[in-house]
């Protein structure tokens, strides 16, 4: 204690402290904010994402690219999360809430570089965060479930910037009705559950081929050579248990001492299979779908009387199917009349090198199926993720009801009216709050470089739109000009630009609070302690 230094990390343990630790935090999470940003909007680029094995993704979806990429800073995984978090909440805006994040950041350094407190920074970052969403509010447009066109047009602008944009108005058109069918009103208020909606992928054909399906498509063949095909009036039973006769829990042994009792034996097996069969037959099922195994013996029965069975269906299809044709998914054969489900047809079709089983003419259908088709295998994954993004957003309308111009128009409206904000508060949470607000600016600013125009010419512009005509005013990257965003009918869910903004805020704040970065040392082993790692006095 008397000038002796005291030891209190582990010996290879490294310490980075204040402004270099801030910097150091700082510059990752930026670092991964730089490498996704040229895939911002319309007119980004895509990026080409090659995994261990060889495996290549070709994708401008902001989600897909930070789940594939590995970082090893954890800033910089922060800021990864913040993408997944988005994608969970709101199924789009995953780009924009890292770009904005990143900028926010680097906002924040310039102030550090000024000496205002870090604690400063994030108290006007949170008096603007929190602001920015009564401006978003004050800018939204209400949407009625009846208003089938602003859905379309929210979906169309979700897809206006993948790979797949060439089709958007036939795949809007699937998504809209899609959405529609599985929407349920609860307590007057309608929900989508996207889970309703199954989306199948198939190679071949091309985008056009794209379908939607009243009912569901499975994967799978019919068990029996001789089953029909097709099946029109399909009555359907849904099982979770095995039409086969299962184990016993316990072990046992049979004692058979003679030829005959071993015919005894397969006699009463045969059955209670045959027994099984009966029942689905008696019961009126033309078609018996089933989560488990179909004996050899009880295919032979419900073949003979020409009823379809496929069997190892998963547990979500048989939820699906049951949404679907309102069959009742039973684990007895007992009474099972009551507990079959409709649809007009079910037939086995092949599509490409494969059969599937298609339940379709479902009466009011609760779960329905899209069939994707594409040249390639990274045309047909990069749709899938382009119409989940689709449909997840006009969720989102629907649930929200509201939704404001895109084009980058609610960011410089955030951005003027926090600059007016700024005014009534001290000058060193001023100044955060004009940081906070020139940081918005970085989405129109990327629209604009992204589509080759000259961002310090678009910014100008806009801000001399949203003073004059109103705040519908964004980048239109095809025209390369600001644009009037409602009459473009480019239009984003609320929740989206809310959560972006809040979720890119949030992480900043908490990245700028580090002061402090104690690494232990690698499971490898440590070397030496690095300079300054361990010969302090804590």
């Known amino acids: 204690m008397y000038g002796t230094p005291v030891y209190i990390l582990k010996e290879g343990t490294e310490r980075t402290r204040g402004k270099d630790a801030q910097r150091n935090n700082i510059t990752a999470a930026r670092a991964v904010s730089e490498a996704i940003r040229s895939a911002l909007g319309p007119k980004g680029m895509d990026k ?143 929900h989508v559950d996207i889970d309703n909606i199954q989306i199948q992928k198939k190679k071949g054909g091309s985008l056009v081929d794209t379908e939607l399906i009243d009912g569901i498509i499975l994967d799978k063949e019919v068990v029996h050579a001789d089953m029909p095909k097709k099946v029109e009036d399909a009555k359907i039973l849904l099982i979770d248990k095995g039409l086969e006769l299962s184990k016993t829990e316990i072990d046992a042994k049979i004692n058979i001492t003679s030829p005959d009792q071993i015919q005894a034996f397969l006699d009463n097996e045969h059955e209670m299979l045959k027994e099984m069969a009966d029942k689905i037959i008696e019961a009126g099922a033309n078609v018996v779908l089933c989560q488990k195994g179909v004996d050899d013996i009880v295919q032979h029965y419900l073949a003979k009387k020409g009823i379809a069975a496929v069997r190892r269906i998963k547990k979500s299809d048989m939820e699906k199917l049951a949404k679907a044709t309102g069959a009742k998914i039973t684990t007895s054969l007992e009474e099972i009349d009551q507990y079959l489900g409709k649809a007009k047809i079910v037939e086995e079709r092949a599509i490409g090198d494969d059969n599937m089983i298609f339940v379709t003419g479902c009466i009011n259908p609760k779960a329905v199926s899209i069939l994707i088709r594409g040249g390639t295998e990274m045309i047909v994954s990069e749709a899938d993720r382009a119409l989940h993004d689709a449909l997840c957003v006009a969720r989102q309308v629907v649930h929200d009801k509201k939704v404001v111009p895109g084009g980058g128009a609610p960011e410089i409206r955030i951005s003027q009216k926090l600059n007016e904000f700024a005014m009534g508060h001290s000058s060193k949470v001023q100044l955060a709050i004009e940081k906070f607000a020139k940081a918005m600016e970085i989405i129109p600013r990327t629209l604009a470089e992204n589509a080759g125009l000259d961002p310090i010419d678009v910014i100008s512009e806009l801000h001399v739109q949203h003073s004059k005509n109103g705040h519908v005013f964004g980048v239109n990257p095809f025209a390369a000009k600001v644009d009037d965003m409602a009459k473009l009918n480019v239009w984003e869910p609320i929740s989206v630009k809310t959560q972006a903004v809040n979720s890119a805020a949030e992480a900043a704040e908490m990245i700028l609070r580090i002061d402090d970065v104690i690494a232990a040392k690698e499971l490898s082993g440590g070397g030496p302690p690095a300079p300054g790692g361990m010969d302090e006095d804590i």
Do not use: C, W
């Open 48 to 190: 080409m994402l090659i995994d261990n094995f060889g495996d290549t993704t070709v994708t401008n979806d902001g989600a897909t690219i930070l789940k594939e990429i590995e970082v090893g800073h954890p800033a910089a995984k922060f800021v990864i999360d913040l993408a997944k978090t988005q994608d969970q909440e709101t199924g789009d805006g995953t780009t924009s809430v890292v770009v904005i994040a990143g900028e926010l950041l680097k906002q924040a350094e310039e102030l550090l570089d000024m000496d205002v407190h870090p604690s400063l920074i994030v108290e006007g970052y949170k008096l603007a965060r929190f602001k920015a969403e009564e401006i978003l509010e004050e800018m939204a447009t209400e949407v009625p479930f009846e208003d089938e066109k602003t859905v379309k047009y929210v979906a169309q602008t979700s897809m206006s910037s993948k790979i797949v944009s060439g089709e958007k108005e036939p795949l809007s058109e699937i998504v809209v009705k899609a959405i529609k069918a599985v929407a349920e009103d609860k307590d007057g208020e309608m």
